[in-house]
């Protein structure tokens, strides 16, 4: 025998003529060579030749009429990928011996003849991707109806050709070899025949892309071994039927773009093999809580249908997800359950009635890729542990009641104001189209806090301790001229805490109010010793606060000091000394005035008549030096 087998070879572009001169050839194997020009007939006219493969080249011609004639024994025939034009010969089906029929990607017109179910031995037929058309004498796929007769065939792939007919009923006469109906985009009318549920060895169904109508029959549920179900773009109406709940082997379920209404049928927690589930653009109603127990769901698409409810918890358990849409639905309450969905490559939940905040946990979903949450009713901040999602490709949060600021950093801030619009409360930098916030950065932030409520509190407590201290003064210059003097004279003074003027006055409680004046407020209370005190609080934020607080001061100074006084001032770092004698308390005195002055001027209302920082320790550095100086230390 003679073989001639130059797969993939670079050779000339035209089939030689000797080869059909070669009388005891068995097989002929040229494929991708790009090879042009006509099949020279010769290869057609060996009566012993069982393989011709000359797929994936630029052959163009006709195939002879009386193909099939002299090819007794042929048993593949693999030309799919040229460029073949022309009827498909009805003599083909002579080559009674041919298992494998492979003529797709070609430009084959005319209707398939009914002739090939005359291939007895048939295994393999596909014509995808040509012209081909039904018989224009009836609608009815009559071909389908003569390769029923072919009991070995286990795949028939007629995808994108204008078929232009109905599915007969005969097609459950398919033997139970039959594993894979391919026939989308085939322009396929009518309905899902009942008795394709005899096709109990199918393993993939794909009718997807054509004008089917009516409902799915119940009847698929005979089809044990389906793992791929694909009726997605047609116009198929009524409910979901329970007959799939019985297709346990399925992984791949595609019902999208339909007409289907209803509930999603509570018995598809059965289908424990499913991985891939699209059922958006329907019509459907409501997701039954069997659903959240398919595990092995890798890719889940519920979108454009009128599901309600709410996300139970057990959304957690589809731990292996990656992708889920359910937008443009009625569904609402908290999305806190997907949080631990660590799988998740795309998420999108927009155009809902979703509320409460983005879970900070999100920045958990370290694969996330596409991230949509807008058009819902979420509120709150945007978390910035979002800005860790380093793989993030797109984010959407507009048209919510968020607010705060943008965490514009990491991987958020590829993204422009598109994906923020429509929140009124939101503020950030000017590129994102919103206003702009009190502070832009998180170190001018925590300055803000400082200036504007450290500061003042501070300076609140240091008034509160110098008044007590300077009423304690004047009881003791009370006492001496009542004879009691000398016993002033030996008492230890202490410091007295803020804590213990909270305590005393009852948290400075209205009960204990002596008065109030323009400036500032004054408090009874008593000491855990019995000693009762007064306290005057100043307010130092409005006009003539401060001026009226150093005005009493200075008569405080006026008044002989015969005893120890600690001021301690603790926002100036500086710590001062016990006065030792009169002659330091007026250098002490002028040294937090200072410091409550420079205070003032860092917490001016206007930001942009602050001392800013590096001014601020100058400052402070120079009044530490003027008091040593004062105080006679080096």
């Not at 070995?152 to 109905?166: D, F, H, K, R, W």
């Not at 905040?357 to 819902?376: K, Y």
């Not at 909270?502 to 209205?510: I, L």
């Not at 500032?520 to 409005?542: E, Q």
Request: glycine share 6%; proline share 4%.
């Amino acid at each position: 025998s003679q073989y001639t087998g130059l797969i993939n070879t670079s050779i000339s572009r035209e089939i030689p003529l000797e080869i059909g001169t070669l009388q005891n050839l068995t097989e002929v194997s040229l494929a991708n060579n790009s090879l042009a020009y006509q099949i020279p007939y010769a290869i057609f006219n060996s009566s012993k030749i069982e393989v011709i493969s000359l797929y994936m080249n630029q052959l163009s011609g006709h195939l002879p009429p009386i193909i099939g004639n002299w090819l007794p024994n042929l048993k593949v025939l693999y030309l799919w990928g040229n460029e073949l034009k022309g009827i498909i010969p009805s003599s083909i089906s002579n080559a009674s011996m041919l298992v494998e029929l492979e003529l797709g990607a070609n430009y084959f017109s005319g209707s398939i003849p009914n002739t090939l179910g005359n291939l007895r031995h048939l295994e393999r037929l596909n014509l995808v991707n040509n012209n081909l058309t039904s018989n224009s004498s009836t609608l009815e796929l009559s071909f389908l109806s003569s390769l029923t007769n072919c009991v070995n065939l286990t795949s028939i792939v007629l995808a994108e050709n204008p078929l232009n007919g109905t599915l007969p009923i005969s097609i459950g006469n398919f033997s139970t070899s039959l594993e894979e109906f391919v026939a989308f985009n085939c322009n396929i009318k009518g309905i899902i025949p009942r008795e394709i549920g005899n096709l109990s060895n199918l393993m993939t169904l794909h009718l997807e892309n054509n004008e089917l109508v009516g409902p799915i029959p119940s009847t698929v549920g005979g089809i044990r071994n389906l793992q791929g179900l694909y009726l997605q773009h047609n116009r198929l109406q009524r409910s979901i039927p329970n007959g799939i709940c019985q297709l346990r082997n399925l992984d791949e379920l595609l019902l999208n773009h339909n007409k289907l209404f209803g509930p999603i049928p509570t018995c598809w927690g059965y289908l424990s093999k499913l991985q891939k589930l699209y059922l958006n653009s329907n019509k459907l109603t409501s997701i039954p809580s069997s659903f959240w127990s398919l595990t092995e769901l890798l890719q889940i698409n519920l979108s454009s249908n009128s599901l309600s409810g709410y996300l139970p918890l057990d959304v957690g358990k589809l731990e292996h997800v990656t992708q889920i849409d359910l937008s443009w639905n009625k569904l609402s309450g908290d999305i806190h359950a997907i949080r631990g969905l660590y799988s998740l490559v795309s998420l999108s939940l927009a155009h809902n009635k979703f509320q409460g905040s983005i879970p900070q946990s999100f920045d958990n979903l370290i694969s996330m890729e596409h991230l949509d949450l807008s058009d819902n009713n979420f509120s709150a901040e945007i978390p910035k542990s979002l800005m860790k999602l380093k793989c993030l490709k797109y984010f959407n949060v507009s048209f919510n009641r968020l607010q705060g600021e943008i965490p514009f950093g990491g991987a958020i801030a590829q993204f422009s104001a598109s994906s923020f619009m429509g929140n009124q409360a939101l503020c950030g930098p000017p590129q994102l189209k919103v206003p702009p916030c009190e502070t832009s950065n998180v170190e001018q932030s925590t300055t803000a806090v400082i200036v504007r409520y450290i500061l003042p509190a501070m300076i609140a407590i240091i008034l509160a301790l110098f008044l007590t201290f300077a009423l304690l003064r004047h009881q003791k210059r009370a006492a001496k001229h009542n004879g009691q003097g000398d016993l002033l004279a030996l008492a230890t003074w202490r410091r007295i805490t803020y804590l213990e003027l909270e305590q005393a006055t009852d948290g400075f409680s209205e009960s204990n109010l002596v008065g109030k004046g323009s400036f500032g407020s004054v408090y009874r209370g008593m000491l855990s010793d019995g000693t009762s005190i007064a306290v005057k609080v100043f307010n130092l934020n409005i006009e003539g606060g401060f001026k009226s607080f150093k005005a009493e001061c200075d008569v405080l100074c006026s008044i002989r000091q015969r005893n120890l006084v600690k001021i301690i001032s603790s926002c100036s770092r500086i710590d001062f000394k016990a006065l030792r004698g009169e002659e330091n308390f007026n250098a002490k005195l002028d040294c937090m005035l200072s410091v409550m002055q420079l205070a003032m001027d860092c917490s001016t209302e206007v930001p942009e008549e602050r001392s800013n920082m590096k001014d601020v320790v100058t400052i402070l550095k120079n009044i530490k030096l003027k008091f040593l100086k004062d105080v006679g230390e080096d």
